[in-house]
């Protein structure tokens, strides 16, 4: 029995409007800036609106913009400057009753209430609005300020994102970790936010940047080795007979690097690279080796008591100044026997 009132609400509603929207939710449009979106408007009853009046029109100024108008087939004159050559309609719907609108390469700008209206035909003088959201979500960008060994403080900037995004720390686990108050700055319709956080584990962060409104999260991961300890040396022999080089990359606090022969003495190496990054070193030597054998390179670092190895590498090749004559050496001398060969 209480179906009836309700039922006859509905009919009247239906034909007092004569409108209704494809998906007949409230829910907005969304769309990310640059993209093209379909704002839907379309006459329950179906009906050929091929020699017909529509109009759209943007709320939020006075008067309204003019978004698009459809009369009986000619050109709009009214149309705002915003919107000319974006907006096309679908001219084979238009037998199905349906006034939708094409608005290509959207823009913040974009984002508001749109009304879609036939003046001749609507008694009731009620518009129908839908609501776009056109969203801004560049990825953030991360960085590691700064870090000891017992701590790293990583930076979070998301640079130009609408609507506000809510910007988070996250471990591996997916829990947010403690952070600054995000600092959040403003420019047009575009929000800026930078947050800070002290981590002080070793872990895979990630910051994460969540708009609710527009079902929307991206998210940029960071790396965070804390300890600083040297990884094991890299070691490659180079095309030049007898030379090696041996690569630290990350160590922190500064490591010592060294090539050891077979009896654990100090070669004679020189620093190729030397370059901190992140409060990590990052080094490069190269040594010259004379005799056939097996060498290693050493990374230490005293402060923290620890010593690693590279693997063993095996020459048996060496440069043919076995006596650990240099170049300028071996020049002098076949200078020396030519002086001696003219001299005579
Ligand atoms: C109206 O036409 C558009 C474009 O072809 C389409 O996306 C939309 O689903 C149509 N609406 C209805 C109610 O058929
Ligand atoms: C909008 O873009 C589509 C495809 O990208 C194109 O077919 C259409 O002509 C464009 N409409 C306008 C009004 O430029
Ligand atoms: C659009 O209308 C809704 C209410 O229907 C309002 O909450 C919202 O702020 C409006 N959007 C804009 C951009 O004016
Ligand atoms: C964290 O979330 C991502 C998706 O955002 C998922 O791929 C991953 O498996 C999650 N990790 C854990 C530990 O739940
Ligand atoms: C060289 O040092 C290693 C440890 O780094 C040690 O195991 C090895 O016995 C030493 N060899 C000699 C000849 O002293």
């Known amino acids: 029995m209480e179906l009836l009132p309700l039922l006859f609400l509905s009919f009247c509603f239906l034909t007092l409007s004569g409108l209704t929207f494809g998906a007949e939710s409230a829910s907005p449009v969304i769309v990310m800036e640059d993209d093209d979106v379909i704002l839907p ?40 400057e915003e919107f000319k050559g974006r907006v096309s309609h679908f001219p084979e719907q238009l037998k199905h009753g349906n006034a939708s609108i094409r608005i290509n390469k959207t823009t913040l700008e974009d984002n508001g209430n749109y009304t879609c209206s036939f003046p001749i035909i609507q008694s009731s003088g009620k518009t129908f609005r839908i609501e776009l959201v056109v969203g801004a979500a560049p990825q953030p960008s991360v960085t590691n300020l700064d870090q000891t060994n017992d701590w790293a403080l990583l930076q979070c900037d998301v640079q130009g994102a609408y609507p506000k995004p809510t910007v ?50 991206i998210y940029k991961e960071i790396n965070v080795h804390l300890n600083g300890a040297a ?27 060294e090539w050891w022969d077979n009896n654990n003495k100090t070669l ?11 409060g990590l ?64």
């Open 41 to 80: 408007c379309s006459l329950s009853t179906n009906e050929n609106i091929e020699s017909m009046l529509f109009v759209w029109k943007k709320e939020g100024t006075v008067p309204r913009k003019e978004v698009f108008m459809y009369d009986a087939g000619t050109d709009s004159k009214g149309q705002d």
């Open 231 to 257: 990884p094991k040396p890299y070691v490659t022999m180079l095309e030049t007979k007898g030379q090696l080089e041996c690569e630290v990359l990350g160590a922190s606090p500064k490591p010592t690097v």
């Open 281 to 344: 070193s990052y080094i490069t030597i190269q040594t010259t080796v004379t005799k056939p054998g097996c060498y290693r390179c050493v990374a230490t670092q005293m402060d923290i008591g620890h010593q690693i190895p590279s693997s063993k590498i095996c020459v048996h090749d060496v440069t043919r100044s076995g006596t650990g004559m240099t170049r300028a050496a071996l020049v002098s001398v076949i200078f020396g026997i030519v002086g001696i060969l003219a001299s005579v």
């Open 268 to 278: 004679h190496s020189k620093m190729l690279q030397y370059k901190e990054e992140h």
């Open 168 to 217: 988070e720390w996250w471990n591996s686990n997916n829990q947010t970790i403690p952070s600054e108050e995000p600092q959040v700055s403003k420019n047009g319709e575009r929000f800026y936010v930078t947050l800070k956080a002290t981590v002080r584990k070793i872990d895979r962060y990630r910051c994460v940047a969540t708009q609710k409104e527009i079902h929307h999260q």
